[in-house]
């Protein structure tokens, strides 16, 4: 005979997205460990009993909210692989952070930068699992210029590693200039100023033929 389910508790009395939501928007004002439980039951307009039933202790809560800023890993790492060459995924992830980091409706800069800029040791895996998150991007966006080497579409000599590695950086430090308040606009300048170091006589080409920079890849580091 079958056994029934086991009940798992009474169903939840809130909107779970909504608070998630709201979970974020806090993580991403405050920080991480600078963020209590009481802040976050404030915000998200609920009891602590129902956020450790809904979402586990404070630390998965803020993994969760991680996902929902950045994102399914694959979706962007199908970006960047499907991006018509490196230069445009790079442009793509550049201006799409600048875009985040200026919002009107959320606070400056990037979630990842801001909430876990500092923090203790007891804290460590939580800076991992960011950090991790960022390799990632880089790891792929570093297979997609390494594709355009192979293809011809940047010159012998161009280095995968360090053309990632400047995408990364420049997407971290646009999150400390819009969180010392650095218009959308300056942003955007940043970001041509930096690719103007991408190497290859195509990528010049896509440059003028590319006016508007596409902001798919949001969220990047």
């Not at 009940?7 to 939840?12: A, D, E």
């Not at 909504?18 to 991403?28: C, E, I, N």
């Not at 606070?107 to 939580?126: E, F, I, Q, R, Y």
């Not at 970001?191 to 010049?204: I, N, Q």
Request: net charge neutral; proline share 5%.
């Amino acid at each position: 005979m079958d056994t029934p389910p086991r009940r798992t508790g009474r169903p939840l009395s809130f909107d779970r997205n909504a608070a998630l939501q709201q979970a974020m928007l806090t993580f991403w004002h405050h920080g991480y460990e600078t963020t209590s439980v009481a802040e976050l039951t404030a915000a998200m307009g609920i009891s602590a009993p129902s956020l450790y039933a809904a979402f586990g202790d404070k630390k998965q809560l803020f993994l969760q909210a991680v996902r929902l800023y950045a994102g399914d890993p694959a979706d962007v790492e199908r970006a960047i692989a499907g991006a018509p060459t490196s230069f445009h995924a790079a442009r793509a992830l550049m201006t799409g952070a600048a875009t985040t980091y200026t919002g009107e409706a959320t606070p400056k800069g990037c979630l990842l930068a801001s909430a876990t800029a500092s923090g203790s040791a007891a804290a460590a895996d939580v800076q991992d699992a960011v950090a991790a998150l960022r390799r990632g991007i880089e790891a792929c966006l570093r297979v997609r210029i390494e594709r355009d080497i192979q293809e011809g579409v940047l010159p012998p000599g161009s280095q995968a590693a360090p053309l990632a590695g400047l995408v990364l950086a420049v997407t971290q430090g646009m999150s400390v200039l819009a969180r010392e308040g650095a218009s959308r606009a300056s942003l955007l300048a940043v970001v041509e100023a930096a690719l103007r170091a991408w190497p290859g006589s195509k990528a010049e080409d896509a440059r003028r033929g590319d006016g508007t920079a596409a902001n798919a890849a949001e969220h990047s580091a």
